[in-house]
């Protein structure tokens, strides 16, 4: 049982260049997050997933899209990268219902130059 | 959920001392959850707090929901070197999967 897992663990990409940071959990949880996380600033919902075949955004969405590809996957993409974007980036994972724990994987640094 | 504010933002103990840290919110809150972030790691739930005046307790570290559900409390008892990171409380207001968190506490403490 791993919970939640991302994909890759850091990244540096230029300006302009386009990435997707994978997220999997094997919880069979029915909703899912990204979350980007700045020093000071806590975490910052981007997009949610509350269950498969559904997406909505968040608090920061600009600049990313997000897939959720079956009940285990939902993954973010960045389609042309700027240094703002430059931020440690978390996915999670819950149970639907009246429980708010809420699962996070590992993590993704990434770095825009 | 609504927006919380988190005092103090950073706190620095020595070994054994106690350490509180807040969450505070101008309107009504349906819930407050508390998550602790180890340096370098990734946001692990605590507890969830639902009921006005409600009191939970986990070893150590005491959870307290205001009476008016428009603040809450984490105290930690006695603190040791593993209490350190990143507190965060979070309320999911009225949405059924969002969550909103606030900026966290940063706990240090000297050995």
């Known amino acids: 049982n791993a919970g939640v897992t991302q ?3 850091f990244q540096v990409l230029k300006t302009g260049q386009s990435m997707t ?3 999997a959990q094997d919880m069979n ?3 899912m997050y ?3 996380q700045d020093p000071g600033m806590g975490l910052r919902l981007i997009y949610y997933s509350a269950s498969e075949g559904t997406t909505d955004k968040g608090e920061v969405p600009n600049g990313y899209n997000v897939s959720r590809l ?3 996957e939902f993954s973010l993409r960045l389609e042309s990268a700027a240094p703002s974007q430059t931020s440690v ?6 149970a639907s219902g009246q429980t708010y724990e809420q699962y996070f994987g590992p993590g993704t640094r990434l770095t825009v130059t | 959920g609504q927006q919380v504010m988190q005092i103090p933002q950073y706190q620095h103990v020595q070994e054994g001392e106690d350490f509180t840290t807040y969450c505070n919110s101008s309107t009504t809150l349906s819930n407050i959850q508390w998550y602790k972030q180890r340096p370098g790691g990734h946001p692990v739930f605590l507890i969830q707090l639902v009921k006005s005046g409600e009191v939970k307790k986990q070893k150590r570290l005491t959870f307290q929901f205001g ?3 428009k603040n809450s409390s984490l105290h930690i008892t006695a603190t040791q070197t593993t209490d350190v990171g990143t507190y965060f409380c979070s309320n999911s207001g009225g949405s059924n999967y969002k969550l909103t968190f606030g900026k966290g506490t940063l706990l240090t403490v000297n050995p």
Do not use: G, I, M
Not at chain 1, 89 to 94: G, P, Q, R, V, W
């Open chain 1, 7 to 9: 994909t890759p663990k």
């Open chain 1, 21 to 23: 940071l994978q997220c």
């Open chain 1, 29 to 31: 949880h029915n909703s």
């Open chain 1, 34 to 36: 990204w979350y980007r």
């Open chain 1, 70 to 72: 079956n009940k285990r």
């Open chain 1, 89 to 94: 980036y978390f996915c999670a994972s819950s």
């Open chain 2, 67 to 69: 009476e008016a559900k």
